[in-house]
């Protein structure tokens, strides 16, 4: 039986789902024996030497000479750019969760985006480059929070006044990126003693989907899922091999972002277009029906080409560009919350047949649907 040592926070739905993940993997291919104390991370370490571990894995953070004098097969979980080489991680997908959150703020119409992280962990900044520059792609400059000096270890009562600040100078309606649902959280409690409606004068989302985090909040936080549970059961798998082939990896395992799941903080269609607005809507509530262009065209009183020419100044996507991306976020979305076989959800989209859906979402995702199911779904 495996030994293995978990040092992975608990308090957050990043560690659990890491965690569970790993167990997941543990019931189907050992059983292994863990190592977790309900406590302190780094008070377990002092004790870790005796238990004769096979494995690790844990966050960069706890990394100590003692740990590193094991000799054993180490995975990290990392927050930071500086860690050995030579282990494999597991990291997040800056870039896609970036893009994704751009694409739902600039789907509502907003004009306006800003970003709030934490400056001193690197994967916050990797998101808010990364954020910087799709807007810029769509031609909106991003206004940026920058930490006082005084404040760069994150004590929130200290640092809560400079982000009002930040808050109220900004322009509105505005889209805020939420480095994580933590950040986002703030973002909303400052809304609130600003008296500032959420969403109407600033939308807010945030990264991990933490249902605790998110709930909490009033009004409640969209956020961006990520396939952490997944990302776990690959990490036990690399380490399983790492144990029985006795041989060393750099393997990098990616946590991506599946969906957006709206909840009512960025629940707003900020286009100041009615004819569009109208549209969008049509669009919205008929998607699963094979609509075509001319159906939303229909809606409006708008010829076809000046539609498309309000459509594409006010969300930077033509008419059937739009009706492709809410059919195929609907796909999505049932591909991960559901378990309906691929051909019920091709009947419920009125698709010919299962290969017709299959190109169609292929072309838009770069993966077939199945594939798409195994990476995301929990399960």
């Not at 180490?74 to 751009?102: C, E, F, G, Q, W």
């Not at 990490?235 to 799941?261: E, F, G, N």
């Amino acid at each position: 039986m495996k030994r293995i040592i978990l040092l992975l926070e608990t308090s957050r739905a990043f560690g659990r789902q890491l965690i569970t993940g790993i167990a997941r993997y543990s019931r189907l291919h050992g059983p292994w024996s863990f190592y977790k104390e309900p406590t302190d991370l780094k008070s377990s370490i002092p004790h870790l030497t005796n238990w004769n571990p096979d494995g690790i894995i844990m966050r960069d953070s706890l990394i100590t000479t003692e740990l590193l004098k094991l000799r054993i097969p180490t995975i990290l979980a990392i927050h930071d750019s500086k860690y050995p080489k030579n282990l494999p991680v597991i990291k997040t997908d800056s870039h896609s969760i970036a893009r994704m959150a751009s694409d739902h703020l600039l789907e509502k119409g907003l004009r306006n985006f800003a970003y709030c992280g934490f400056d001193y962990y690197d994967w916050s900044e990797e998101r808010k480059q990364y954020f910087n520059q799709f807007n810029k792609e769509a031609g909106f400059t991003t206004y940026n929070f920058i930490s006082p000096k005084s404040n760069r270890r994150g004590n929130w009562e200290n640092e809560q006044e400079h982000v009002s600040k930040w808050i109220k100078s900004l322009p509105k309606p505005i889209g805020v990126f939420a480095c994580n649902d933590d950040r986002g959280q703030h973002i909303l409690e400052v809304c609130k003693t600003l008296n500032l409606k959420v969403p109407e004068e600033v939308a807010v989302i945030g990264v991990d989907n933490d249902p605790l985090v998110c709930d909490i909040g009033d009004p409640p936080l969209t956020s961006i899922a990520l396939n952490v549970e997944s990302a776990g059961y690959r990490a036990a798998s690399l380490m399983d091999y790492m144990i029985s082939a006795k041989k060393a990896s750099r393997r990098h395992i990616l946590v991506s972002p599946t969906h957006v799941v709206q909840r009512q903080s960025s629940d707003i269609l900020a286009v100041n277009d009615p004819e569009v607005a109208q549209a969008i809507n049509y669009i919205r509530q008929n998607a699963k029906n094979k609509i075509l262009v001319k159906d939303v065209v229909q809606t409006t009183c708008l010829s076809r080409r000046t539609l498309e020419r309000r459509f594409k100044n006010a969300i930077h996507r033509s008419i059937y560009g739009e009706i492709r991306r809410v059919r195929i976020e609907l796909i999505s979305k049932m591909l991960i919350d559901t378990d309906l076989s691929i051909s019920q959800i091709s009947a419920l989209f009125n698709f010919t047949d299962t290969e017709h859906i299959s190109r169609y979402f292929k072309i838009e995702k770069g993966i077939g649907l199945r594939e798409f199911r195994k990476l995301h779904q929990s399960c």
